[in-house]
């Protein structure tokens, strides 16, 4: 069975999607550290960030750059924060966290809770950041 990750990147789950192209996808975290934390994922299914193909990687990482600069234009923060856990979901994926100070990118603190107008709000935001 595919991953939930996988599933949103498919349009079986939904998602507040943030960029897409045809080998990444990048959406809200529905339990974001902060206002628009987003998840980096690519489309193939990849359980570790480093099994990547080196092309791959790469893009990936230029995908998730190019997010990173929209979300630090949209959301008012001094940088954008990057983590790579990879333990929580079995999909590759990026975490990118508006930062204002270190602990705004600590994953033990609770996690903060928007309306779905909110996050769509936000997403849409990002969006015309990378257009």
Known sequence: MASIFAR?????????????????????????LAKGHVLV?????????FDMES???KEFWGFAMVVAKAVK???PC????????????PH??????????MND????KPKLSFSQEELAATATIIAKELS
């Open 92 to 101: 590759a994926h990026i975490h990118l966290v508006p930062m204002n100070e």
């Open 41 to 49: 994922i690519p489309k193939k299914e990849i359980d570790y960030i």
């Open 73 to 75: 234009k949209a959301i």
């Open 105 to 108: 990118i600590n994953f033990a």
């Open 78 to 89: 001094l940088k954008v924060g990057v983590a790579v856990i990879g333990l929580e979901v």
């Open 55 to 57: 092309d791959l990687y």
């Open 8 to 32: 949103i990147a498919a349009g079986e789950i939904p998602s507040h999607k943030v960029a897409e192209n045809d080998k990444f996808f990048a959406f809200l975290d529905i339990n974001p």
